[in-house]
């Protein structure tokens, strides 16, 4: 499974797809953040919001990147389960490359700044928050990223209508927490717990809630993968 997870990550370089996202997701945070600092955990909150349909894309370009016939071979020769796994881990390991891109960007333009007021969270406090931020989108994103493959749609113009319907309904409905909350990841509501000192129960449940929907996702994904192949 490492060799073939090497082998995704390498090919999905080496052909050129891995820089538009990464291009992409830097222009868009280096305008989020150029206009102006803000504590650590509210510019980071916005910036996993931000980064979410650009690793969801990130994802789906580098499973894409694979031939049907090779990734056929690929299922014969490692199995079901390690065919699909090696994928899903090489998706997660871009992404966190590209996240790590994004939590170092803002300080390159001074979008990020410490503590000003009594009740402000510490610096470290405000950096670690925004790094579970960022890993919440990124279950959720490779999970997105996962579905909207050609693997699974079986078209480009099929895979482009989940990939934004996807990033569109995450977002738009995250915006109304009555509107099935549990229906999408909880990017909106992490963002906002951000502009405060969410505490421990609120860190706990919205993890929960986006570790949920990231594996039903991925259960959904791996049965319409069995279903195709």
């Given at each position: ?59 789906k370009l580098l499973l894409d ?165």
């Amino acid at each position: 499974m490492t060799a073939l997870t090497r082998m995704r990550l390498a090919a999905f370089v080496r052909t050129g797809r891995a820089y538009a996202p990464l291009i992409a997701g830097l222009v868009v945070l280096g305008v989020l953040h150029g206009g102006g600092a803000a504590q650590a955990a509210e510019a980071y909150g916005v910036s996993a919001v931000v980064l979410f349909p650009v690793l969801a894309w990130q994802t789906k370009l580098l499973l894409d990147a694979e031939p049907d016939l090779q990734r056929r071979l690929a299922l014969v020769a490692a199995g079901p389960g390690r065919e699909l796994a090696a994928g899903l881990l090489a998706g997660a390991l871009a992404g966190a490359a590209t996240v790590v891109i994004g939590l170092l960007s803002p300080w390159l333009v001074g979008g990020i700044t410490g503590p000003r007021e009594p009740g402000d969270l510490p610096l470290g406090e405000g950096i670690a928050l925004g790094v579970w931020a960022h890993l919440l989108a990124l279950a959720a994103a490779v999970a997105l990223g996962a579905l909207a493959s050609r693997a699974v749609t079986g078209s480009p113009r099929h895979g482009l209508v989940v990939l934004v319907g996807g990033a569109v309904a995450a977002l738009a409905f995250g915006m109304k927490a009555s509107v099935a909350p549990w229906a999408v990841p909880p990017l909106m509501s992490t963002a906002r717990a951000l502009t405060g000192a969410p505490g421990a129960g609120t860190v706990a449940m919205l993890t929960l809630h986006a570790l949920a929907w990231a594996v039903l996702a991925l259960a959904g994904y791996a049965r319409l993968r069995r279903a195709r192949r």
